[in-house]
């Protein structure tokens, strides 16, 4: 009819002008992907289905953490750069899965009160691991995986960054809590980067289901990410074990120094370690249990046995680190947090039952965070996982 337009070109217009709202909330908010139906859980296939023959001997050290691993882990890990993979702690989105396979795990306050955490996985996922609940990148935590590499994997959903105020076009965000910003900045976001946000990933890598634990959470809770789909894609970028200019990572990257257990003779009574980030937040207060006979920490959280969902065991760690850092914030209306990772602090060091008060110290955001006792002396860890606990300057530590 004749001043009218037709209606498949009505739809059409309807569509992009949908789409393109949609794209630009998620552009700038970083709350996460779309929402959009998935495929069941059972369709998504991981990837070679490649397992660990645990009948060999172990007699590779991971570089990361000194535990040892077979011939067969050695050869995976050998082709890839060590990833960081933010984890939230929001008590709704328990229990989390693939926090007992990290070689390593920051935990630090996101906001309100709140922990995240970071694990670092590199030796401990040769087989195909699941990351959930996958959350936001913090600034913080970028100066952390900057250590591991040159160009270290980085998983996240969005992150801290310049949210623009509608009307004026002004960020909203200090700018020292600009994580996507700073990441664009050091040249991670780029063709020769880094960065795996999942913003730029496709199903089944990252996906959001809604299904993953017996109760419902929010669309926020949702983010689930495959390790061996995560370091293929890498591999097809040409992000693997070399960077841009064909230099393997390890070549620069500083181990820590690791030594064997101590016999169960020689370990230690100190059996028991509690903490809180801020105070009255009892739901993200960390604690550990000492069991001498594994040498084990067992680690609880909000006054709870911490379990790895599809692993089914608790968490532990074989060394515990309390790192204490200057918080300052939150900074601006999104109640954003800022951390001290560069300079020197005071520090705590549980292993093998026992206690050294010490220090940390990190030159610069890419330098290695080096850790000494009393007098100055660099720590030897033991062979296995490792917990590094961001504690705020002046909270007490219970042992």
Known sequence: MKGKLPTV???????????????????????????????????????????????????????????????QEKAVWETRRPMGVMMENSTEARPHSGLSKADIVYEAVAEGGITRFMGIFYCGVAENTEFAPVRSARTYFVDWISEYATNPLYVHVGGGNCSRDQASGKCTSDPRAQAIEQMDNYGWRGVNGNDMDQM???????????????????????????????????????WTNVDAKGAEWSKTFTPWKFTTEAKETDRGTVTDISMYFWKGYTDYEASWHYDSTTNHYLRSTGGKAHYDKDASVQLSAKNVVVQFSKETGPVDEHKHLLYQTTGTGDALFFQNGQVVEGKWSKKTRTSRTIFTDSKGKEIIFVPGSIWIEIIPDGNKITY
């Open 9 to 71: 070109l009505i739809l059409i217009v309807l569509y992009f002008v949908s789409t393109g709202v949609s794209f630009a909330i998620f552009k700038y908010t970083g709350t996460g992907s779309p929402i959009s139906s998935i495929p069941a859980p059972s369709d998504v296939n991981p990837g070679s289905g490649f397992k660990v023959d645990q009948t060999l001997p172990k007699t590779e050290a991971c570089p990361l953490n000194g535990k040892l691993y077979t011939t």
């Open 200 to 238: 730029g990933l496709n199903f089944p890598i990252c996906y959001r289901n809604p299904d993953r634990l017996d109760h419902p959470v929010a669309t926020e809770h949702q983010m689930v990410c495959q390790s061996e789909l995560l370091f293929n894609e890498a591999q097809k970028r040409g």
